[in-house]
T-cell receptor
């Protein structure tokens, strides 16, 4: 079964600084990979998705992620953090079963301070 | 377009009591999911419906949890009897196409078991 590891349960950055949230997956077959964001007291929403079309994927709100097969990684970045980016971010991978269910990582809480 | 609706938003019960959560997916979405999100963890899939049939309930504790999706639209998740470890947020999600990983989540139902 697929699994996802997110390094760092909490990340804190200054406003305007680079955001880097790390995600590694376990698979010998390139899966579909996702980043979801959860703002306080809200449901999860899709940030971006990798489906093998391009290794650099651009998402909403200026976020992007790069798929690196050799490192089995799918790290999320944003050049300049904004206060509104404070949220919890989840990396996810589709399982290889018949219905490709989504397997989530434990999440990384991003804090942005002035 | 209306999003995924869930109720109640919050519920507090004593252990061994029962509780039910309701979900109304986005209109036209054939696939419906219930996820359990324990504090500090990523969402874990409990059950997945395709129309009104179950396609994955491998992680549903069937001795106490049950779910149904009548007429392929609304769904209800029930816990009876509840245990302390069932304290979590129960997220409902729906998707237009199965296997794409593009899920739309509701705001969740937060359960506290005392």
């Amino acid at each position: 079964a697929q699994s996802v590891t997110q390094l760092g349960s909490h990340v804190s950055v200054s406003e305007g600084a680079l955001v880097l949230l790390r995600c590694n997956y376990s698979s010998s077959v390139p899966p579909y990979l996702f980043w979801y964001v959860q703002y306080p007291n809200q449901g999860l929403q899709l940030l971006l998705k990798y489906t093998s079309a391009a290794t650099l994927v651009k998402g909403i709100n200026g976020f992007e992620a790069e798929f690196k097969k050799s490192e089995t990684s799918f790290h999320l970045t944003k050049p300049s953090a904004h206060m509104s980016d404070a949220a919890e971010y989840f990396c996810a991978v589709t399982d290889s079963g018949g219905y490709n269910k989504l397997i989530f990582g434990a999440g990384t809480r991003l804090a942005v301070h002035p | 377009e209306a999003g995924v609706a869930q109720s109640p938003r919050y519920k507090i019960i004593e252990k061994r009591q029962s509780v039910a959560f309701w979900c109304n997916p986005i209109s036209g979405h054939a696939t419906l999911y219930w996820y359990q999100q324990i504090l500090g963890q990523g969402p874990k899939l409990l059950i997945q419906f395709q129309n009104n049939g179950v396609v994955d309930d491998s992680q549903l504790p069937k001795d106490r949890f049950s779910a149904e999706r009548l007429k392929g639209v609304d769904s209800t998740l029930k816990i009876q009897p509840a245990k302390l470890e069932d304290s979590a947020v129960y997220l409902c999600a729906s998707s237009l196409l199965v296997g794409t990983g593009e899920l739309f989540f509701g705001e969740g139902s937060r359960l506290t078991v005392l």
